[in-house]
């Protein structure tokens, strides 16, 4: 089945950037989507198809996919971005849903 | 405005089965494919299962697969995940979230499950 991995943890001091990796074997040939979870909520999405952004999330979330690396950048980190963030990907060969185990971002 | 309310939460026993809904506002229902996405306590997001828009195309994660019932009722509106058998690793909150590419631009509240004896 296809992996996704993601460091447990990224700190960054705020008005810094932020990066968050996501790796995956031929990553690039799919479509990426990322998520932030805040402590006790429902995930929102983020990004979508590698690089989107949905409305109502800030400029400063970009994403970017090549090779085996997707990677979410945070610009500006300011404190109420501190959350998890999933990255996630279909996988056409087995038809499932796949997440990578979340990176909690400290600020 | 997009709104996804599950329900049906609640204490199972192994074994046991609970039917979990999420009922959809603020957008054309039976144009859109769903999937359900459970998160176990302190963990991460592992993907349960996906319906089509007129359900005729449902797949499920292996851990689920043969005990797990996805569904929907475009003339309601909602959503269905049926759990049978199940087993304390199910324990879950259990979010429904309309698909995007595969993924979900919209997310429930959550429903929390908890199978113990």
């Known amino acids: 089945s296809y992996v996704l991995t993601q460091p447990p943890s990224v700190s960054v001091a705020p008005g810094k950037t932020a990066r968050i990796p996501c790796g995956g074997n031929?990553?690039?040939?799919?479509?990426v989507h990322w998520y932030q979870q805040r402590p006790g909520q429902s995930p929102v999405l983020v990004i979508y198809?590698?690089?989107d952004r949905p409305s109502g999330i800030p400029d400063r979330f970009s994403g970017s996919n090549s090779g085996n690396t997707a990677t979410l950048t945070i610009s500006r980190v300011e404190a109420g971005d501190e959350a998890v963030y999933f990255c996630?990907?279909?996988?056409?060969?087995?038809?499932?849903?796949?997440f990578g185990g979340g990176t909690k971002l400290t600020v | 405005e997009v709104q996804l309310v599950e329900s049906g939460a609640g204490l199972v026993q192994p074994g046991g089965s609970l039917r979990l809904s999420c009922e959809a506002s603020g957008f054309t229902f039976s144009n859109y494919w769903f999937h359900w996405v459970r998160q176990a306590p302190g963990k991460g997001l592992v993907w349960v299962s996906r319906i089509n828009s007129d359900s005729s195309d449902t797949i499920y994660a292996d851990s689920v697969k043969g005990r797990f019932t996805i569904s929907r009722d475009n003339a309601k509106n909602t959503l269905y995940l049926q759990l049978n058998d199940v087993r304390p690793e199910d324990t879950a909150v259990y979010y429904c979230t309309r698909d995007l590419g595969g993924g979900g631009d919209y997310w429930g509240q959550g429903a929390p499950v908890t199978v113990s004896s």
């Open positions: 031929n990553i690039g040939t799919k479509s």
């Open positions: 996630q990907v279909w996988d056409g060969y087995t038809d499932q849903g796949v």
């Open positions: 198809y590698d690089s």
